[in-house]
């Protein structure tokens, strides 16, 4: 073998070399460049040792995406399922790139499917603990640059709603979902838990010297005056349009007004706690089907010089709260103290400004 690698070298040099010495700078600039090409495959192989060096060999088959098992893990958690409208409920979400390629362009379209409840405000909340980088939110869609794989992201949201009707109080909702990966663009979508929704119950606190037909309930002077006694009838009234359990409304009578014990009750019991100077008014269960519910009772106002050329409170700190059976969750609230102005009089309202005996 050698033998004959080096007659053929001399036959070479005697034929070719011998006569110029341009065809043995030729022979030794192809040599260097296979040599260097060489050299930048093996080094090429070496970072990327998937890659087969022979030449026969069929290109890596193109990875395809599994629709059955997605690349984005999408999951979430609801911090309560009963929730009042108004304060809306708290929504994690987490997500997971469960694949080996990059996640790009993720967008979550948060909707609701519910006809009595639509989305208000959708925004970020306080109870975030991690960082919000690379993700930002649009209106009712959520965005993220990018997911690597095997990494996780977790977000937390507060979720707002507007009331459209009583028609229902579930509300019903799910997320879509779209990224891109290896040049697709991936559609999800996600149905979210029912969220159910605490009723509101209407209370109402006002008194009265004339009732709304004219006639007289109160007794004593009117616009009252100081030091000498005048008589109204206060009323508490409850609408809902939902069942309510252990309904409790109460007020507190300032110390120159007292209880008469005079009463007219509809539903419930009335009790006065002399030593708290408190009204209660107490109904095992408010229903719709029954009406309203109301109560009413009788004080006595005695003006003292503190009062006059003002309104003299009649009941102040009126407060109220039942349980909205269908959530579980307790409805209250808190009602304006009611005053000789006597609004919904129709007959003496704002009348009632107390005047000075001494100036009459």
């Known amino acids: 073998m050698i033998k004959k690698i080096t007659h053929y070298l001399n036959k070479r040099f005697n034929r070719f070399y011998r006569r110029s010495r341009i065809y043995m700078i030729v022979d030794i600039a192809l040599i260097a460049v296979v040599i260097i ?31 059955d098992n997605p690349p984005l893990d999408l999951n979430y958690d609801v911090a309560t399922t009963n929730i009042y409208w108004q304060e ?6 987490r997500l997971k790139n469960n694949s080996s390629q990059l996640l790009t362009d993720i967008k979550l379209n948060l909707i609701s499917r519910s006809n009595s409840f639509s989305l208000s405000r959708l925004e970020f909340s306080t109870e975030q603990k991690t960082s919000l980088s690379g993700i930002e939110i649009k209106g009712f869609d959520l965005f993220l640059n990018e997911l690597a794989p095997g990494t996780d992201r977790e977000v937390n949201l507060l979720v707002k709603f507007k009331k459209e009707n009583n028609n229902s109080r579930i509300i019903t ?14 559609k999800e979508t996600l149905d979210l838990i029912d969220l159910h929704v605490a009723s509101e119950i209407l209370v109402k606190a006002d008194a009265y010297y004339t009732s709304p037909q004219g006639d007289q309930l109160g007794a004593g002077p009117f616009p009252p005056i100081t030091t000498l006694p005048t008589t109204f009838w206060v009323f508490f009234q409850a609408d809902t349009v939902a ?4 309904f409790v409304m109460s007020g507190r009578l300032p110390n120159n007004v007292e209880y008469t014990g005079n009463q007219s009750l509809l539903s419930g019991k009335l009790n006065y706690n002399a030593d708290a100077r408190q009204i209660i008014w107490q109904v095992e269960k408010v229903s719709p089907d029954s009406g309203s519910y109301r109560a009413g009772f009788e004080v006595t106002l005695t003006p003292s010089e503190a009062d006059i050329d003002s309104y003299a409170t009649l009941v102040n700190s009126i407060r109220f709260q039942s349980k909205d059976i269908f959530t579980g969750l307790t409805v209250s609230g808190n009602l304006p103290a009611i005053d000789t102005s006597l609004k919904k009089d129709t007959i003496n309202s704002g009348d009632g400004i107390v005047q000075d005996l001494n100036n009459i």
């Open 37 to 67: 090409l060489a050299a930048l495959l093996l080094r090429l192989y070496a970072f990327q040792p998937e890659i087969s060096l022979a030449p026969w060999s069929k290109p890596a088959p193109k990875e395809e995406i599994n629709l």
């Open 88 to 93: 809306g409920a708290i929504l994690t979400l």
């Open 173 to 186: 909702g799910r997320i879509d979902s779209e990224y891109k990966v290896l040049g697709q663009t991936i």
């Open 243 to 246: 069942d309510f359990n252990n």
